[in-house]
């Protein structure tokens, strides 16, 4: 691990994230939403939003997980982002979160709710740092972590691509 990435770990205060990476929730709002307004997939109330600083390695990845909610990626420095998903119809896209306008990366990219997504350091990066914001707020009841062989049996044409990330 190269002395700038540690720096931005022990910084910035964070901590290993279940998907990969590193992270550290920057902000969770006062506001709730009851469930009673949000309605189904939901089970119990959620904050009106959450923000966490994410850090990617080029010695790790974000495992295809999905939640609930719509989830906003802002980039914020290093190098960029190859983020992929899967939606439920089988459509694979892959986005480049980064700063690079000219070369077709974008530094904010929105996931919707529901899909598939798996994320990492471009070829030959070192580290990226984002942000994501989630809302309604995130919650781990809303997190659901990509299992190898169930992704790969519903999304056949994609099983390379999924077993390079997953890890169950």
Not at 12 to 36: C, M, N, V
Not at 146 to 157: N, V
Request: include cysteine.
């Amino acid at each position: 691990m190269t002395d700038k990435i540690q720096s931005l770990i022990t910084s910035l205060d964070l901590a290993p994230h279940p998907e990969g990476g590193y992270f550290k929730e920057t902000y969770r709002s006062a506001g709730l939403i009851s469930q009673t307004e949000l309605g189904q997939p939901y089970e119990g109330n959620r904050n009106q939003s959450t923000a966490i600083y994410y850090l990617l390695t080029a010695d790790t990845f974000s495992a295809f997980h999905r939640i609930k909610q719509d989830e906003i990626w802002h980039f914020y420095q290093g190098d960029p982002i190859d983020l992929h998903t899967i939606d439920e119809a089988g459509v694979h896209t892959l986005i480049q979160i980064g700063s690079d306008i000219a070369a077709g990366q974008v530094p904010q990219y929105v996931v919707p709710g529901g899909v598939w997504f798996a994320a990492k350091v471009s070829k030959s990066g070192v580290y990226s740092l984002a942000g994501c914001t989630v809302s309604p707020g995130f919650d781990f009841m809303d997190f659901e972590l990509g299992k190898r062989q169930e992704l790969q049996d519903k999304f056949t044409l994609h099983a390379e691509l999924i077993s390079a990330f997953t890890r169950i």
